[in-house]
């Protein structure tokens, strides 16, 4: 019987080339593994996947190198839009882009992201704001939420002391060096698609040579958070998008 | 074609850069080496050879354009003074772990902090000891005149590319600064090499390439760690460079590096006129330090003065090299200010003669 469902044309979804056969390390039901699976498939259906490099943050998706089949570069905490810089001027026809948590990119980095937005590198970032830092154990990000409990600010984010979150993703799209800046999610397969259908186009873009773009990725942090999967998407769409809403932020004229 | 020019140190580096086919340089604007950056920009190497020239925002992000690109396999350089390098250290220990080629220029000036715009040794533990964190070590070359600057990048690039190692050429802001006479070598190709180690697309059937310092596992890590020290040990048998100047006949030493080394020469000489038998040794490499050549010297000679612009850096190195067979004394100036020859030729009597 399965034998003979097995055929091509009955074939509706598989899993991307670009993906190696590697068991993820993430937790169950974080984001990261849907947002890699969208950027693959992205990769995948460009035909892009020989002439892509990619650079990997310090954060939870440090081996995304091990996920990503493609020509990967591991950087430096915060430093991973420097290195594509580094990639990009020496190599302008190849496909660019880093794959960054919020402290990495809004945090330890925010020099090198705003600096490489403003000259308006031909990479694509790809924003995973899960609004703390998931891979140290769930400090406080520069994202994190007014009131939000983490492991450094265990009363909840006290604005007047601790500082407010930083939406970096407003102040990247003023720049003139950013092209197409977008916020999406990937909790749904409807969200998925619609991210998938951003990194699309920002890799489309980046053929054009138009600027830089910025896909946000709201995402969840069950570990982090404390919380079940379910739960965790539940409270990222009643808190987090709130503060963060979905949607273009800055779209090609 | 060779061409024998009069050029500050600085710039003729920076034309050095561009006839080496370097493929990108990354830097930030310091005093004493911003003529580097300004000069590779005025001359527009992209319609020469191609060659990348960018302006970073902050040493750290110039340290990583250089890890980027130099994971493709490009020739890459960046150049600073010393606080612009201490904020590089950091890259330099991930292209380290990484195992990247690269030149990194540090055109020294006086600190700690801020410190002072004037010329300074006082980088060299920094260069030679790591300075970053981690086990790892950098070539380090030192030249003394504008020739051996020029020269060094040529070299830099076969010894970064032989060993995937990064090669600091550690100079100061006297050759940086000054004009002499120079001859360049002929433009050289850029090199258009297609490394196995290198990010440049995954090829159709083979494994993508992944450039990382991360070893999770403690096994790997330390695999990492004997294939460094491997590396390490084959450059101090093969990279080792210096000069002996009337060491024949010397029953006393100088040792410097660099410019200093050029003063020192002038003491040597006086000393000479005075009827005192000293020599110099100038080590070029200083890692790989020159140890055998002090192995060899020590026992011959009543003391050895080693002068630094610093407060005795490389007089360990070579105290070790020595180990005990005779007494080593160290003079330095720092701040910036540059030792005089009569000075030095003073230190001599005093510390190791008379002393
Ligand atoms: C220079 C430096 N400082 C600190 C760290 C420790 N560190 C590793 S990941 C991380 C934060 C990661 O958070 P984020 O970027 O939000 O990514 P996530 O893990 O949430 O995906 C920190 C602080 C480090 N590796 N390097
Ligand atoms: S710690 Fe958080 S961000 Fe990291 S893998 Fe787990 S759930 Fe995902």
Redesign the interface.
């Known amino acids: 019987m399965s034998e003979n469902l097995i055929k091509p044309e009955n074939l509706v979804y598989k899993k991307t080339n670009v993906l190696t056969d590697k068991v993820m390390h993430y937790c169950p039901g974080c984001g990261h593994g849907t947002a890699h699976r969208m950027l693959a498939e992205v990769i995948d259906e460009l035909g892009i996947q020989e002439q892509t490099i990619g650079v990997a943050p310090v954060g939870c998706s440090v081996l995304a190198y091990y996920y990503f089949d493609v020509d990967m570069q591991e950087a430096a905490h915060g430093r991973a839009t420097a290195v594509a810089t580094g990639i990009k001027r020496v190599f302008p026809e190849k496909y660019v882009f880093t794959y960054q948590g919020d402290g990495d990119l809004a945090a330890i980095g925010t020099a090198e992201t705003i600096h490489a937005c403003n000259r308006g590198e031909n990479i694509l970032i790809v924003f995973i704001n899960n609004g703390i830092y998931g891979m140290t154990g769930g400090q406080m990000a520069p994202t994190t939420l007014p009131g939000m409990k983490s492991s450094t600010s265990p009363r909840g984010r006290d604005v007047a002391t601790m500082g407010n979150p930083l939406k970096i993703t407003e102040i990247i799209a003023t720049l003139p060096g950013s092209y197409y800046v977008t916020r999406q999610s990937v909790h749904t397969p409807g969200n998925a698609r619609k991210a998938k259908r951003a990194l699309k186009k920002a890799m489309e873009y980046q053929k054009e040579n138009k600027g830089t773009c910025l896909v946000e990725i709201v995402s969840n942090c069950p570990s982090g958070w404390k919380m079940t999967p379910v739960e965790s998407n539940k409270w990222m769409e009643e808190n987090m998008f709130p503060f963060y809403p979905l949607g273009d932020i800055k779209v090609p004229q | 074609m060779k061409e024998l020019r009069l050029m500050k140190g600085n710039e003729a580096l920076a034309e050095a850069a561009i006839r080496a086919g370097t493929?990108?340089y990354?830097g930030y604007p310091i005093t004493p080496q911003s003529e580097i950056i300004e000069y590779l920009m005025h001359e527009n190497p992209y319609e020469r050879t191609g060659m990348?020239v960018?302006q970073?925002?902050?040493e750290?992000?110039?340290i990583?354009?250089?890890?980027?690109?130099?994971?493709?396999g490009?020739r890459?350089m960046t150049s600073s003074s010393s606080p612009g390098i201490s904020l590089k250290q950091?890259?330099l220990s991930?292209i380290a772990g990484?195992e990247l080629p690269c030149i990194v220029v540090n055109i020294v000036r006086g600190g700690p902090g801020l410190g002072t715009i004037q010329p300074s040794q006082s980088d060299y533990f920094q260069a030679v000891k790591g300075g970053g964190h981690g086990d790892y070590k950098l070539i380090v070359l030192a030249p003394a005149t504008v020739q051996e600057t020029v020269d060094f990048v040529k070299l830099g690039y076969e010894l970064a590319f032989k060993y995937r190692n990064t090669v600091m050429i550690l100079s100061d802001g006297i050759i940086g600064q000054m004009m002499e006479k120079v001859e360049l070598f002929e433009q050289m190709p850029r090199e258009n090499k297609d490394y196995e180690w290198a990010?440049?697309?995954?090829?159709?059937g083979k494994d993508?390439?992944?450039?990382?310092?991360?070893y999770l596992k403690s096994e790997d890590q330390e695999k990492l760690n004997f294939r460094l020290q491997a590396k390490y040990r084959e450059i101090e048998k093969a990279e080792v460079r210096f000069e002996t100047i009337m060491t024949e006949d010397a029953e006393y030493l100088f040792t410097a590096f660099g410019s200093c080394a050029r003063i020192t020469r002038k003491a040597m000489e006086m000393a000479r006129a005075k009827g005192i038998k000293v020599g110099l040794v100038r080590p070029i490499s200083l890692y790989p330090f020159p140890v055998k050549i002090f192995e060899e010297l020590a026992p011959k000679v009543k003391g050895i003065l080693t002068v630094e612009m610093n407060a005795g850096q490389m007089v360990e190195d070579v105290r070790l090299a020595v180990n005990g067979k005779t007494k080593v004394e160290h003079y330095g100036r720092f701040g910036g200010i540059i030792p005089s020859p009569e000075e030095i030729l003073n230190a001599l009597e005093q510390k190791i003669i008379g002393g």
């Open positions: 493929d990108a990354f990348v960018l970073a925002e902050s750290v992000a110039a990583n354009m250089v890890y980027g690109a130099a994971a493709c490009k890459t950091e890259g991930y990484a990010t440049v697309g995954k090829k159709p993508s390439v992944i450039v990382t310092s991360l």
